[in-house]
């Protein structure tokens, strides 16, 4: 019994999964996943400017920061869980690189 749990929850997954890549390749799903890289790339902007004037930037106040502005931006624009999920995950990856800029920064402003 529990063997064909197993197997129907796989194939209830490869189902899931061919069924959003399949989504991914229609004319709308590309349009989605355009739309979401442009708002990535906006509120990641936004959130650069955030961190900028903050004095001692971590991990998780960068993580709380996306929260945040995320939700904002959710809430005003009506976006569906999944979106907006789809967004925190991916200015999340973004933590090594936003660091980077931000201890450049700083280290700028010590020197001037």
Do not use: C, S
Request: charged share 35%; aromatic share 6%.
């Amino acid at each position: 019994m529990e063997n064909k749990f197993k197997k129907g929850l796989i194939l209830g997954g490869l189902l899931a999964v061919g069924a959003a890549v399949g989504f991914a390749f229609t004319k709308p799903g590309q349009e989605l996943l355009e739309n979401v890289q442009d708002d990535a790339k906006m509120l990641a902007k936004k959130i650069k400017k955030a961190l900028h004037k903050m004095e001692d930037v971590t991990k998780e106040t960068y993580d709380n920061l996306v929260e945040t502005v995320v939700e904002e931006y959710a809430t005003k624009k009506e976006l569906a869980i999944d979106v907006k999920n789809a967004l925190v995950d991916t200015l999340r990856r973004e933590w090594h690189a936003m660091e980077e800029q931000y201890q450049d920064l700083k280290a700028d402003e010590e020197i001037e």
